[in-house]
């Protein structure tokens, strides 16, 4: 089974690349959010989850990126959807994270190239550790290779941050790529996966 993960820009890896080498890539880009939106800004999320200065990265990414992604890959899930000029999509995905409190975002919606009905994943994301602003949960990503991917498909991840999906694909035994050219992220996330993967070889 491959893990390979980069630290670099996903521009320069996916240029190495042929056409659809990639069977799926589940995106979460940077939404480069005004500086007065909650985004990852309010009083406590800045408190709990943000230890470092987010504009280093918060930036989205241009048309460039979209094209060679769809380039690269024959399927794509991308966060933060409603945020970019993406095609009008059948199977929207909205993870309800089952936040009780309205001033916090309630849910995440991910555009997909998939022509299937919409999902719905509900999960609460409000416990334990984070090592990115923006972590999503293990259990998401999991949820969607079970919903989206086949046996044998190449996952890619263009921005993996905490590494949350390649934890998911590692345990459902998906060949994995990713890319994560935050220095200081990537190696974190490493930290984590090679702890979560050796929790799963003890079981």
């Not at 800004?41 to 094209?67: E, Q, V, Y």
């Not at 994995?176 to 799963?200: I, T």
């Amino acid at each position: 089974m491959t893990s390979d993960v980069f630290n670099m820009d996903c521009m320069e890896y996916m240029r190495t690349l042929p056409d659809k080498f990639f069977d799926l890539a589940i995106a979460d880009p940077p939404y480069g959010l005004p500086a007065r939106s909650t985004h990852s800004r309010g009083k406590l999320k800045t408190r709990i989850l943000n230890a470092d200065d987010i504009h280093r990265w918060d930036m989205a990414p241009g048309a460039d990126f979209f094209d060679e992604l769809f380039r690269v890959s024959r399927n794509q899930i991308i966060w933060g959807g409603n945020y970019f000029r993406l095609p009008p999509c059948r199977c929207f995905v909205c993870w309800d994270k089952k936040q009780p409190w309205e001033n916090f975002s309630q849910c995440e919606y991910a555009w997909t190239s998939f022509d299937k009905p919409a999902k719905i994943f509900r999960f609460d994301n409000r416990r334990g550790k984070k090592i990115h602003p923006t972590q999503k949960p293990v259990d998401l990503y999991s949820w969607l290779l079970a919903t989206f991917a086949a046996v044998g498909d190449r996952i890619f991840d263009p921005m993996f941050g905490s590494g949350s999906s390649r934890i998911a694909a590692y345990k459902a035994g998906f060949d994995y790529w990713g890319c994560e050219k935050d220095k200081d992220y990537f190696d974190r996330s490493c930290v984590r996966f090679s702890n979560e993967s050796a929790q799963l070889s003890l079981f």
